[in-house]
């Protein structure tokens, strides 16, 4: 079985700085692809970051030069650092990992429970 947890949520006056973990722990063989989602209610869920399996890393538009998505493979764990932060990064944050279980079969995604951040004064 595979746990996805994120952590670091909070509320934020605007310009301010949060920093988003997520690990992945349980019987997993390897994590591949770890990314970033956020979602506003009644709109779809989008990608902010994504922190490839061959250590590429890719952001929305939105967030570029803002945001920094890292990993710490060691500790199946990816980190969000998000600066300058604007009400309009309000969302609730969730945390996606590539994993293969078994070293045969293809990997799954699995996600995290979310974690709400709000940018607000």
């Known amino acids: 079985q595979v746990q996805v947890v994120e952590s670091g949520g909070g509320l934020v006056q605007p310009g301010g700085s949060l920093r988003l973990s997520c690990a992945a722990s349980g019987s997993i063989f390897r994590v591949y692809d770890m990314a970033w989602f956020r979602q506003v209610p009644g709109e779809s869920r989008e990608l902010v970051a994504l922190s490839t399996n061959f250590g590429t890393r890719d952001y929305a538009r939105a967030v570029k030069g803002r945001f920094t998505i890292s990993r710490d493979n060691a500790k199946n764990t990816v980190y969000l650092q998000m600066n300058s932060l604007k009400p309009e990064d309000t969302a609730v944050y969730y945390c996606?990992?590539?994993?293969?279980?078994?070293?045969?079969?293809?990997?799954?995604?699995?996600w995290g429970q979310g974690t709400q951040v709000t940018v607000s004064s």
């Open positions: 996606k990992a590539e994993i293969k279980v078994l070293e045969v079969g293809p990997p799954y995604n699995h």
